[in-house]
């Protein structure tokens, strides 16, 4: 299967930081990616599609980038809400996988 | 707006067997392909299987093929999960997760809503 690799697992920010998750394919997956937010106790939300277009009623301070093999979800300016579990998912090849999260916390 | 309410999760002891529901309403529910979900307790996301919108293409994670079947109740707007041969292994939330596409030929996409999981419990 196609690997999804996340970095950092961790990440300490403060409320107004930029922050920038990255996904690795091993693989190109052309555009085919999405990135969700996943609060302790809740579902999956999707934030974002096809690599960069925002889902209905996502914040604009959320934006994905990238194609191919490498993409990026930036925060620009971290708010309370933000914190969270975010993970990326590849959906160029079957089966879609997921990366193994990134957990942005409170510095 | 879109909802998906999943029920039957619960205690099994290994090799047993349950059968998750899922119920969904606010949306063409025969227009789109649908998905189980899993997390295991402190872990991240596993994709466990998919169906197309007309049952027409199922699809299986292999840790749970041949054990595991899926399928759909387009009448009933319903999804189920029939899991059988438990393992410790399987115990996790499982979420229901609607695709942005039928899912045509496992021509999945990305999971624009989700249910609010269900616990499976596997244990001796």
């Known amino acids: 299967d196609l690997q999804m690799t996340q970095s950092p697992s961790t990440l300490s920010a403060s409320v107004g930081d930029r922050v920038t998750i990255t996904c690795r394919a091993s693989?190109?997956?052309?555009?085919?990616l999405a990135w969700y937010q996943q609060k302790p106790g809740k579902a999956p939300k999707l934030l974002i599609y096809?690599?960069?277009a925002l889902q209905s009623g996502v914040p604009s301070r959320f934006s994905g980038g990238g194609s191919g093999t490498e993409f990026t979800l930036t925060i620009s300016s971290l708010q309370p809400d933000d914190f969270a579990t975010y993970y990326c998912?590849?959906?160029?090849?079957?089966?879609?996988?997921f990366g193994q999260g990134t957990k942005v916390e409170i510095k | 707006e879109v909802q998906l309410v999943a029920s039957g999760g619960g205690f099994v002891q290994p090799g047993g067997s349950l059968r998750l529901s899922c119920t969904a309403s606010g949306f063409t529910f025969d227009d789109y392909a649908m998905h189980w979900v899993r997390q295991a307790p402190g872990k991240g996301l596993e994709w466990v299987s998919g169906?197309?919108?007309?049952?027409?293409?199922?699809d299986y994670a292999d840790s749970v093929e041949g054990r595991f079947t899926i399928s759909r109740d387009n009448a009933k707007n319903s999804l189920y999960l029939q899991m059988n041969s438990l393992r410790t292994e399987d115990m996790a939330l499982y979420y229901c997760?609607?695709?942005?596409?039928?899912?045509?030929?496992?021509?999945?996409?990305?999971?624009?809503?989700w249910g609010q999981g269900m616990l499976v419990t596997v244990s001796s």
């Open positions: 096809q690599a960069s």
């Open positions: 998912q590849q959906y160029n090849t079957y089966p879609g996988t």
């Open positions: 997760a609607k695709d942005h596409t039928g899912g045509t030929d496992s021509d999945y996409g990305y999971f624009d809503s």
């Open positions: 693989q190109s997956i052309r555009s085919w």
């Open positions: 169906i197309s919108w007309n049952s027409g293409s199922i």
